[in-house]
């Protein structure tokens, strides 16, 4: 069980590696398949697939021959959390999802809409009313990339303001935060 060798540190090297990769491949199939793409989202599953019946014969015949080892399982175990860890950062790279969030405002002197602007946001205001009294409502269209962003810049103003967002499919026209030109 705590036997070590090169030869144990080689197989636990290559299950590391391999399951990183199988689990970095799910993780970006998932995505993809979340989205929409089938035809992609079936190429990467193929290739996932063969990853993993590899990684499962090779574990097991690894096993057979040298018994278990718990080197294995903490490279195996470290492997695939670095590949979620990859996987999701990967995502958030290539993610070029569209979101309208809804911000709700009690705070009517401050112009959270020119500060919003003046960052480079398009805002469109609206006034509501709620349980307790009119409130400000502001949408923004922006990417999930600069979501963070638009968080910080709200919670800095009104740090109890509510924030909801929601993916768009279809988009035309309007001011979208950092493109350079309108979407036509």
């Known amino acids: 069980m705590f036997n070590f060798n090169i030869d144990i540190l080689i ?10 990769v199988q689990v970095l491949v799910g993780t970006v199939r998932l ?15 193929f290739f996932e697939s063969a990853v993993s019946i590899t990684i499962t014969i090779t574990v097991v015949s690894n096993v057979i021959k040298a018994g ?4 294995i399982i903490l490279f195996y175990s470290t492997g695939f959390a670095l590949g979620l860890l990859l996987g ?11 979101l309208s969030i809804n911000i709700i405002t009690r705070i009517a002197e401050v112009k959270m809409e020119d500060v919003l602007r003046e960052n480079g946001f398009g805002v469109t205001g609206f006034t509501g009313s709620g349980r307790d009294g009119e409130l400000k409502i502001l949408n923004v269209i922006c990417t999930k990339n600069n979501l963070y962003k638009l968080k910080n810049i709200v919670d800095k103003i009104d740090s109890k303001a509510m924030l909801a967002s929601h ?18």
């Not at 197989?11 to 990183?20: D, E, G, S």
């Not at 999701?88 to 569209?98: A, E, Q």
């Open 11 to 20: 197989w636990a090297l290559i299950i590391f590696f391999a399951i990183m």
């Open 88 to 98: 999701m950062l990967i995502s958030r790279k290539i993610s070029k999802d569209m």
């Open 68 to 71: 278990m080892n718990i080197f």
């Open 31 to 45: 995505i993809v398949m979340v989205k929409g793409k089938k035809i992609l989202s079936i190429i990467i599953g």
């Open 167 to 184: 993916t768009l499919e279809d988009l035309s026209g309007g001011f979208i935060y950092n493109l350079r030109n309108r979407i036509q």
